[in-house]
T-cell receptor
Framework: QQPVQSPQAVILREGEDAVINCSSS?????VHWYRQKHGEAPVFLMI?????EQKGHDKISASFNEKKQQSSLYLTASQLSYSGTYFC????????????????FGKGTKLTVNP | DAGVIQSPRHEVTEMGQEVTLRCKPI?????LFWYRQTMMRGLELLIY????????DSGMPEDRFSAKMPNASFSTLKIQPSEPRDSAVYFC?????????????????FGNGTRLTVT
């Protein structure tokens, strides 16, 4: 059950903000966010665990609404270095709660930041 | 820390040939994942190991695909026989596994991938 990401692509000018959404039809235990630059490997950004939890990494932050089974990634005052494809990865549940440690990724959101 | 090491970086082969992709995880990591990336399907999980034991191989496309992890520092993904539709970038990733106390997955560290082209 692959999570659904939206939008599929977004183009910004440097300094503008963007929001990337990740939603699932199944209950989620946690959400991971990764960024992949062209021709490179995905790189970890952050993990969110609990409903309503928010985290920040520089000017990139995220929220996780466990009840709505969705997460959002917020990119504020975007920089050229933010360009890349953003993936959310979801865990259905802890193995100790009958879930799985399997991490399933969405198809990604391609972000382009122009000068 | 050398990171996750994959080889080869590029592989071009003809349909019907056997292909073996190799991965060396980060030392101390006890979970290893094989993903395949294509434009159409994105990042697909093929199989993952925990402490060298295959836990879930439900993502392996068919019997032509097999994966092994003979020890904590080495894993292989084999395709025999290969087909043009297997063309993709194959990533190996490793992690520390489940993190206490919530038992969620720790961050995945990806290798640089192997770009496979089957003609």
């Amino acid at each position: 059950q692959q999570p659904v990401q939206s939008p599929q692509a977004v183009i910004l000018r440097e300094g503008e903000d963007a929001v990337i959404n990740c939603s699932s039809s199944k209950a989620l235990y946690s959400v991971h966010w990764y960024r992949q630059k062209h021709g490179e490997a995905p790189v970890f950004l952050m993990i969110l665990l609990k409903g309503g939890e928010q985290k920040g990494h520089d000017k990139i932050s995220a929220s996780f609404n466990e009840k709505k089974q969705q997460s959002s990634l917020y990119l504020t005052a975007s920089q050229l270095s933010y360009s890349g494809t953003y993936f959310c990865g979801t865990e259905r549940g802890s193995p100790f709660q009958g879930g799985s440690e399997k991490l399933v990724f969405g198809k990604g959101t391609k972000l382009t930041v122009n000068p | 820390d050398a990171g996750v090491i994959q080889s080869p970086r590029h592989e071009v082969t003809e349909m019907g040939q056997e292909v073996t992709l190799r991965c060396k995880p980060i030392s101390g990591h006890n979970s290893l994942f094989w993903y395949r990336q294509t434009m159409m399907r994105g990042l697909e999980l093929l199989i993952y190991f925990n402490n060298n034991v295959p836990i879930d191989d439900s993502g392996m496309p068919e019997d032509r695909f097999s994966a092994k992890m003979p020890n904590a520092s080495f894993s292989t993904l084999k395709i025999q026989p290969s087909e043009p539709r297997d063309s993709a970038v194959y990533f190996c990733a490793s992690s520390l596994g489940l993190v206490h106390p919530e038992y969620h997955n720790s961050p995945l560290h990806f290798g640089n991938g192997t770009r496979l082209t089957v003609t």
